[in-house]
């Protein structure tokens, strides 16, 4: 009696660990085993291939299935300097399943779940394909969900705010004061923005003039009088800031708001000293100086189409080296920013 009741004890275990340990389908092509018979091919709102480590969830049968692998393939690529990398770039999520006909349902985060009887072979995948629709219509505007890397080209006008520095050597130094700097140029920007996120780095590239007040530190004899001058002269600036921060999508407008960290590299091309009693005159700003700036930006995303819009940007640029003192930057331009919940309509494809 007690040997019968540990029998039915180790039955009952055995039957009930069995689906936690199931063994792979048998029958099926070898190739499969390493890469599935069910592959899985879905874009989800702002995902253009969604896991099941960003919440893809296969059911066959009722049953919540594994992940057996991701899926890819490796391509060539050359740099600037022309050295050749391999990369690798994943296109499906593959599963193992019981050859035969089976009722398939897929789910994944903010998407519409897709249902349908499929019948899975033994010598080749089957792929399903295509882009989930989603729950919030939201998601579906050009600036609910983008799904890529956003790109904007366009122009700058950043005057810089006051600034103090010396020039020359010796007997003939001087010091000076930047009153104000008329800077203009081109923007080139790339970011991130997912949803609430949005991710930016920024470079300029400008030219100007700028004027200020130039005096000798010890005027050299026969100078006369030490000053200070007026002076003018021009630049050129590379900037490169990177900005972080919050963002809220309505429709066809975005509004983002954030701080970041950036600098400007200014080439001080020459001083012209135009009040100065005689020929020798005081050295204005001259040659290359390094500023950096806290900004504290607002931006406006305006798309009319899914894909294409324009982006406005004011940065008020606080340096700490200056006293915290802080000049307006106004930014802008022509905004590439793939939408593919937006672009593509929600389709589902089964295809061997």
């Known amino acids: 009696m007690h040997s019968s009741r540990v029998a039915a004890a180790v039955l009952v275990i055995a039957v009930t660990a069995g689906p936690a340990a199931a063994s792979p389908p048998s029958g099926l092509a070898t190739q499969l085993y390493d890469h599935g018979n069910l592959r899985v091919a879905l874009a989800c709102a702002d995902s253009y291939l969604v896991s099941t ?3 893809l969830r296969v059911y066959v049968d009722g049953e919540l299935v594994d992940e057996l692998a991701t899926n890819g393939h490796s391509y060539v690529t050359t740099d600037e300097d022309g050295d050749v990398e391999t990369e690798w770039a994943p296109t499906d ?3 193992l399943v019981a050859p035969g006909r089976h009722h398939l349902r897929i789910e ?3 998407c519409l779940p897709d249902e349908r009887d499929l019948d899975l072979a033994a010598d080749h995948a089957e792929r399903v394909t295509g882009r989930l629709g989603v729950r919030d219509p939201a998601l579906a505007t050009p600036t609910g969900a983008p799904s890529w890397y956003s790109f904007v080209i366009g122009g700058v006008y950043a005057p810089l705010g006051p600034t103090r520095g010396t020039g020359g050597d010796g007997s003939f130094g001087s010091s000076y004061t930047v009153a104000s700097t008329s800077q203009q140029g081109l ?8 949803r609430h996120f949005a ?5 300029t590239f400008g030219w100007g003039s700028t004027t200020g007040m130039v005096a000798w530190r010890q005027p050299p004899v026969g100078t006369g009088s030490q000053g200070p ?3 003018h002269g021009s ?13 809220v999508p309505l429709g066809p407008v975005a509004l983002a708001v954030g701080g970041g960290l950036g600098g400007t590299l200014i080439d001080y091309l020459e001083s012209n000293v135009a009040t100065a009693p005689t020929t020798v005159a005081p050295i204005g700003p001259e040659g290359p100086a390094f500023d950096w700036y806290i900004p504290l930006w607002a931006a406006v995303t305006l798309k009319p189409s899914c894909n294409w819009g324009v982006q406005a940007i004011a940065s008020y640029e606080v340096d700490p080296s200056n006293g915290f003192a802080g000049s307006l930057a106004l930014l802008g331009g022509l905004e590439l920013q793939p939408a593919g919940a937006c672009s593509e309509p929600a389709h589902v494809d089964v295809r061997p």
């Open 229 to 231: 001058f007026v002076y």
């Open 108 to 110: 994944a985060p903010d």
């Open 53 to 55: 480590r960003t919440g």
């Open 187 to 194: 923007l080139v920007s790339g970011g991130i923005e997912r």
């Open 235 to 247: 630049l050129l600036a590379n900037g490169l800031a990177v900005r972080v921060g919050a963002r």
């Open 199 to 203: 991710l930016w780095i920024d470079e």
């Open 93 to 95: 999520i593959g599963f």
